[in-house]
């Protein structure tokens, strides 16, 4: 996966057909009018922010694993994203379960895509087309373009207005849900155990701890 591909999935995550069907007006916007539109001028600045924090090489991996951290927080609806991926094991997880739960999600998402971050090579990062989903959801279409020229990658998001807010909540690779591919294999993992969540928890724990002992010993 080339590296700048974080630009599209940090998160979390995130379901284009698993979301709500809309029946709202499915004509598009393009280029220069998706920028115009809210939630087009929405996903370019924040891959344009995405853009600078990964190729500031002045800035050590924490520092910039930062930046992320609150730019995930600030424009992403995860706990729409967290409560899609576990799916109906939401509603048997305990409370205690779902608070480590969400814990856990958002870590590995910041683990998973910050270790991307020193990876960037100089990729570029434009909307290219707006369209209404539903009353509340916008797809937004945008293109990693690359320093070798290559063909561009293509990118959905979709985004939601919650209270007055703009948030991410599902990346669409080529194609590829980012919160249907890991829904499918969060349930894969609670359907081997007999529906239990705790499994599933442990495996999160154990991918983060995986993670800090390779960063303490690379």
Do not use: C
Request: charged share 20%; hydrophobic share 35%; net charge negative.
């Amino acid at each position: 996966m080339r590296a700048s591909l974080l630009l599209i999935a940090f998160t979390a995550l995130l379901s284009v057909p698993a979301f709500a069907e809309g029946t709202a007006d499915n004509s598009a916007a393009t280029s220069e009018q998706a920028v115009a539109t809210p939630a087009g001028k929405f996903i370019q600045t924040l891959g344009d922010r995405a853009v600078k924090i990964v190729a500031d090489k002045d800035e050590t991996p924490e520092q910039r694993s930062q930046k992320y951290h609150a730019m995930l927080h600030e424009n992403f609806d995860l706990p729409t994203i967290g409560h899609f991926v576990l799916g109906r094991a939401w509603n048997t997880a305990t409370s205690a379960q779902q608070t480590e739960y969400m814990k856990l999600f958002e870590a590995l998402v910041v683990k998973t895509y910050g270790d991307r971050l020193n990876f960037y090579s100089g990729e570029g990062f434009r909307v290219v087309a707006s369209r209404p989903e539903s009353d509340s959801d916008i797809i937004v279409g945008s293109e990693i373009t690359h320093a070798d020229g290559s063909q561009p990658t293509h990118v959905d998001w979709r985004v939601r207005q919650k209270n007055g807010k703009l948030g991410v909540i599902d990346v669409v690779v080529e194609g590829i849900s980012q919160s249907v591919t890991q829904r499918q294999e969060y349930t894969s993992i609670i359907q081997r155990n007999g529906g239990e969540i705790e499994p599933l928890l442990v495996s999160m724990r154990q991918s983060l701890q995986q993670g800090q002992q390779q960063a303490e010993n690379p």
